[in-house]
């Protein structure tokens, strides 16, 4: 079965600290895709990144870095020099190649006081 | 590139009345995804549509949910009766093709009294 992990439920930090939001996988397929979503309190979620099961490469985009680890099957987020702005609920989720459907964790909800 | 259209944003309704909920995807996107958000958790899918066939509706109530994407393009999704647990955000989603990256709608809050 797919199952994703997100265990923390909430992170409050000071704005321009960093921080890093972790997500567990689970699954059994070969080809499987990881993916974090941004939901702002205004409800829309935004989708931030796709990483496919063999590109193990960290990527990086602005402020914003994952750190993906087949060995510890995490796909962790690091947002560096927090912003306000950043506050949000974080999704993890993941789908495979033997049905495609987004399997999703419970979310990091995330606050940066200024 | 326009994103996803939903309405109407807002809905409110007393229990047992009929409610329904429009999308139209991403131009191009074939595959189109109905969720149900309730606060604090994440999405579950109701539905998912490729071009205008139904490829998983598994966690579809259709006893009282029912949703429809007649040519490929828009979809309505519709709830009656409508039931107190009902109240939830509806997101639709759409993707390229099946696995690709989703992308979201604002949402429709329903509230259910």
């Known amino acids: 079965a797919q199952k994703v992990t997100q265990a923390q439920t909430e992170i409050s930090v000071v704005e321009k600290e960093d921080v890093t939001l972790d997500c567990v996988y689970e699954?059994?397929?070969?080809?499987?895709?990881l993916f974090w979503y941004k939901q702002p309190p205004s409800g829309e979620l935004v989708f931030l990144i796709r990483?496919?099961?063999?590109d193990e490469q960290n990527e990086i985009s602005g402020r914003y870095s994952w750190n993906f680890q087949k060995s510890t099957s995490s796909f962790n987020f690091t947002i560096t020099a927090s912003q306000v702005v950043d506050s949000a609920v974080y999704f993890c989720?993941?789908?495979?190649?033997?049905?495609?459907?987004?399997?999703w964790g419970a979310g990091t909800k995330l606050i940066i006081k200024p | 590139e326009a994103g996803v259209a939903q309405s109407p944003r807002y809905k409110i309704i007393e229990k047992r009345q009929s409610v329904a909920f429009w999308c139209n995807p991403i131009?191009?996107?074939?595959?189109l995804y109905w969720y149900q958000q309730i606060l604090g958790q994440g999405p579950k899918l109701l539905i998912q549509?490729?071009?205008?066939?139904?490829?998983?509706d598994s966690q579809l109530p259709k006893d009282r949910f029912s949703a429809e994407r007649l040519k490929g393009v828009d979809s309505t999704l519709k709830i009656q009766p409508a039931k107190l647990e009902d109240s939830a955000v509806y997101l639709c989603?759409?993707?390229?093709?099946?696995?690709?990256?989703?992308?979201f709608g604002p949402g429709t809050r329903l509230t259910v009294l």
């Open positions: 989720a993941l789908s495979g190649d033997s049905n495609y459907q987004l399997i």
């Open positions: 699954t059994r397929d070969t080809t499987y895709y």
């Open positions: 131009s191009g996107h074939a595959t």
């Open positions: 990483r496919n099961s063999f």
């Open positions: 549509f490729q071009n205008n066939g139904v490829v998983d």
């Open positions: 989603a759409s993707s390229r093709t099946v696995g690709d990256e989703q992308f």
